[in-house]
């Protein structure tokens, strides 16, 4: 069973500019969580989704946003870059919602650069 | 507030050597507990998940305990190879809010 892909796994940007991010689940998972990791702040909660709806996100700037699909693929973009938005971006999957008592499978993560 | 706080923050020992590293948590209503190893510039790997009424889980050389009356949890490594070298994350789930809480994680570093 394949795992969580995402791509692209490494980009750089400058500043001002808008980046989009992808992550595809493992087979039959419909919830996708995205997560920013940075050395100082550690793992850091973006959003979750489940079934193309968004269930819950966490404290980040309206410049954040994602959606899902139908076949569960889910894709994140970041509008106008800050360089205080490098960081490793991290997807995981899991059969239901993330919070319960399933296994979370994570990708191995985007690495976005801005300069 | 939802806390959850990892000791020690890093940590070197020599290969072949015990350790345990350690999570509290403020978390409440609690759901469930894990534990994840991240290798550097790669995503957390699932090594235990745990719910109220289990006290203990081992995965091979890894055992977690969890004390939900004192919000404790602990990650026992025996015999560590220098693969172990990573972050060990901890995160709790809690009901409320459906969100997941994820402490800062401990830097391990097993030398040879």
């Known amino acids: 069973k394949a795992g969580v892909t995402q791509t692209p796994r490494y980009l750089i940007k400058t500043r001002g500019q808008q980046v989009t991010l992808s992550c595809s689940p493992i087979s039959g998972h419909r919830s996708v969580s995205w997560y920013q990791q940075t050395p100082g702040q550690g793992l850091q909660f973006l959003f979750e989704y489940f079934s193309e709806t968004q269930r819950n996100k966490g404290n980040f700037p309206g410049r954040f946003s994602g959606r899902q699909f139908s076949n569960s693929r889910s894709e994140m973009n970041v509008s106008t870059l800050e360089l205080g938005d490098s960081a490793l971006y991290l997807c995981?999957?899991?059969?239901?919602?993330?919070?319960?008592?399933?296994?979370?499978?994570f990708g191995p993560g985007t690495r976005l650069t801005v300069l | 507030k939802n806390q959850v706080e990892q000791s020690p923050q890093s940590l070197i020992i020599l290969e072949g050597k015990n350790c345990t590293l350690q999570?509290?948590?403020?978390?409440?209503?609690?759901?469930?507990l894990r534990w994840y190893k991240q290798d550097t510039g790669r995503g957390p790997v699932s090594l235990t998940i745990m719910t109220f009424s289990e006290n203990t889980k081992s995965n091979g050389r890894y055992t977690a305990t969890l004390d939900a009356d004192t919000k404790q949890s602990s990650l026992h490594i025996t015999a560590s190879q220098l693969s172990d070298s990573a972050s060990y994350i901890c995160?709790?789930?809690?009901?409320?809010?459906?969100?997941?809480?994820f402490g800062a994680g401990t830097i391990l570093r097993v030398k040879s």
């Open positions: 995981a999957s899991s059969l239901v919602t993330s919070h319960s008592y399933n296994e979370q499978f």
């Open positions: 999570c509290n948590y403020t978390v409440s209503p609690f759901s469930n």
């Open positions: 995160v709790v789930s809690s009901i409320e809010g459906n969100k997941l809480v």
